[in-house]
């Protein structure tokens, strides 16, 4: 699966400053990898109007950095996934912003099956927990990976219920593979590892920042063909998710609860804003008939 195609050149590139996805895209089609960007010069760099942060990077590189992120992938079971590898996940290649790099810990294979995401609310109920565990168990028993971040509440039920089902699950992170977050879920994040994935977009050693919750999101919604919610205040992080996978042409589920339960209400207006209510696995199912033929 280790494929080393210039890897320390995307490498490199992972770490300039404020270097995001769509402008790294262009200089790539310009460019034609990240090899030649670097080696085009400062001559070609002014003349695309680089700013000079950026063209002090690439003509400095980080490369001790580079090195030890080498190091990691290295190590049994890790690999790097660049937007050009024949094992980037297609349906999130077709995303607006693509994560140029994806650090994957475990099975690289398991990112281009069927996937739906379970979201919810960190502050689960034990009711949602349990339905949580459960849907996840079933719906990963009938050919789905469950796809989620990694956080307490609902998220980490899903992926315990994926372990307890088919063991096909995939925790996207916030922050590098070399230390898990939260630092409660080190079992979790090994169990994984064995029969699922943990993928990341950030090189290893960075540390979790705000802005990369909402980065991590649009990643879990990416790699899915759906994402099912349960249990999300109406001011739920876990919505952000939501919200991106609309923008992608994605499906979106919910389970209601009672009218009373405020961790139910972001799942009552999705409901209400169309979303697909959901109480049995069939509802799920109904809505992915285009996908009939992966699911058992």
């Not at 790097?80 to 099975?107: D, K």
């Not at 995401?117 to 009938?142: D, K, M, N, P």
């Not at 980490?156 to 922050?175: D, F, M």
Request: charged share 20%; proline share 6%.
């Amino acid at each position: 699966m280790k494929q080393n195609l210039g890897e320390e050149y995307w490498l490199a590139l992972a770490r300039a400053p404020n270097l995001g996805p769509i402008n790294l895209r262009h200089l790539l089609n310009h460019f034609g990898s990240p090899r030649g960007l670097f080696e085009a010069g400062h001559r070609e760099w002014r003349t695309l109007h680089l700013r000079t942060d950026l063209r002090r990077y690439l003509q400095k590189p980080n490369w001790l950095a580079v090195e030890k992120d080498m190091c990691w992938l290295a190590q049994p079971g890790n690999h790097l996934l660049t937007l050009e590898h024949p094992n980037y996940p297609p349906l999130l290649r077709e995303i607006y912003q693509p994560p140029p790099l994806l650090f994957v810990q475990g099975n690289c294979a398991i990112l281009t099956t069927l996937q739906l995401a379970i979201v919810g609310t960190r502050r689960a109920s034990r009711e949602g927990i349990q339905t949580a565990q459960t849907f996840a168990q079933q719906l990963s028993l009938h050919g789905l990976t469950i796809t989620s971040g990694m956080a307490y509440g609902i998220e980490g039920a899903s992926l315990w219920g994926a372990l307890l089902g088919s063991g096909k699950t995939i925790a996207v992170a916030a922050r590098g593979l070399d230390r898990t977050y939260p630092s409660g879920h080190q079992t979790l994040a090994y169990q994984i590892a064995q029969t699922g994935a943990l993928v990341s977009e950030f090189p290893p050693g960075t540390p979790v920042k705000r802005a990369h919750f909402l980065r991590r999101s649009r990643i879990v919604s990416g790699l899915t063909v759906g994402t099912l919610v349960i249990e999300a205040p109406t001011r739920s992080s876990a919505l952000y998710t939501v919200r991106f996978a609309a923008e992608q042409g994605r499906e979106v589920f919910a389970i209601p609860s009672s009218i009373h339960n405020p961790l139910a209400k972001g799942c009552h207006q999705l409901i209400k804003e169309g979303a697909k209510l959901v109480e049995t696995l069939d509802d799920i199912f109904e809505e992915l008939q285009i996908y009939r033929s992966f699911i058992h």
